[in-house]
């Protein structure tokens, strides 16, 4: 079986540059972008970050940003990233990639730090920017099966349909599964792989048992581990089966 690979992204990161030398780039940038004036080295030395000033330096925000960088979660360093925003300091988001000044602020060496706590997104960090990727449109995240409707099951924070059992893969992320007509005990599949700091491939493969369609012919329904199938002919008791298993690249 040959994965398919869709949602190839691509992205251009600045190389061979100090990472306080990127930042202080682009808040100039984004200073000249708002029509900031430069300030000279020496007042940029005299700042003091709560002088009271309606609009803040280029150094009280290149300061203010690296103390985001010291926050223990990618939320903590978002979310001060953002009041550092607000504060009036610019920002400039990376048009070519599509990425938030928080994500290319807030860097990342393992998928632990961009745990965002919600169980319908897998947290990943892929080249050491956080991503959190939502697992399916119609995940309803939980904090007990009372949250789940038609009563489904609240699995490690995402509810699985009523009927269905809950398990966990190696990152505690919550899968479901049930069993087929053939008594295979089919789980979904949720995989991720790779360095976090160079790119990752994923599998988010939310099947449970498939090959309904061969019912009439009498056919049980099969497991192709989360995967999607089908019976290559529905209506023949001696047909070959098909699994296809989806395997998307981050940058």
Known sequence: MEPQRFDEWTKALVSGTSRRGFLTGVLRAGAAALGLS????????????????????????????????????????????????????????????GLTFAQ?????????????????????????VCYNDPIEESCV???????????????HGRCCPAGRT?????????????????????????????????????????????GQEGAAAGLPTFCCGGCSGNYDDPTDPNSGLGCFCPVRSLP
């Not at 300061?63 to 990618?74: D, P």
């Not at 947290?123 to 050491?128: A, M, P, R, V």
């Open 104 to 128: 290319t602020t807030c860097s990342c060496s393992s998928d632990s730090y961009c745990a965002d706590g919600n169980g319908c997104t897998l947290d990943i960090c892929s080249s050491n």
């Open 166 to 210: 809950c398990q966990s893969n190696a990152q505690g992320v919550g899968i479901c599964c049930e069993i087929c007509d053939d008594g295979t005990n089919c789980c979904q599949k949720i995989t991720t792989a790779g360095d976090p700091n160079s790119s990752r491939t994923l599998v988010v493969a939310l099947a449970t048992c498939v």
């Open 38 to 97: 430069a300030i000279s080295a020496q007042t940029a030395r005299a700042d003091d970050d709560d002088d009271g000033a309606s609009q803040p330096s280029i150094a009280q925000c290149e300061r203010r940003v690296a103390r985001c960088q010291e926050r223990s979660s990618f939320r903590k360093c978002a979310r001060c990233v953002d009041e550092v925003v607000a504060s009036g300091c610019p920002f400039i988001d990376d048009p070519a990639t």
């Open 141 to 155: 995240h939980c904090r007990s099966n009372r949250q789940c409707p038609n009563g489904g099951k609240c699995c």
